[in-house]
């Protein structure tokens, strides 16, 4: 009898102990509209090329943000389009040049970033595949907040937009 227990419990931890390599499905949820696509966690290497684009920007270094902004729509919060590496900095310097000449604090907090992904289309003219998205919020100098997407593909920005908002949250009501 002892040796049947010995013998299950050998044969139990070979078992427990096996090398199990499941293919699990990459878990999405979400929609697109028009699509059949689903959204999915991206990457932190796309994060990272995010965080290289936030730091050069902030440090006014426009040949490293140029080295990550490849040709592309880009969408600045006040209604300038960009299209190319060259004209997002010449925007960037001109806002920066405005922010002196009225005496405003130039700068902002990151106050998050996450990359996701949308699942494949079978539309060859959904180009919304094309590498990841990064969503990102920042609190600027003044207190405005900025929420923006970057879609990034081959360590590059090829589709930007950004919207602000005067005010953080709304007051809280009056105290009657």
Known sequence: MKNYILLFSLIGLF?????????????TNGFIDGSDQTIMMGSQETVE??????????ARDYE???AHVGDGTFYHDDGIVSNNGDSFVAKI???YQSSLEKEEEWGWTTNFAFSVKPSASDDPKQTNTNGEWVNARFTGADGAVYEEWYQIDDNKLIWWSSAKR????PPPPPVE
């Open 15 to 27: 078992i427990s102990c096996a090398d199990n390599n499941h293919v699990c499905d990459v878990p």
């Open 49 to 58: 090329v995010f965080k290289k684009i936030d730091a050069a920007w902030a």
């Open 64 to 66: 490293t943000l140029k």
């Open 93 to 95: 310097e001109s806002s």
């Open 166 to 169: 005067e005010t953080g949250f």
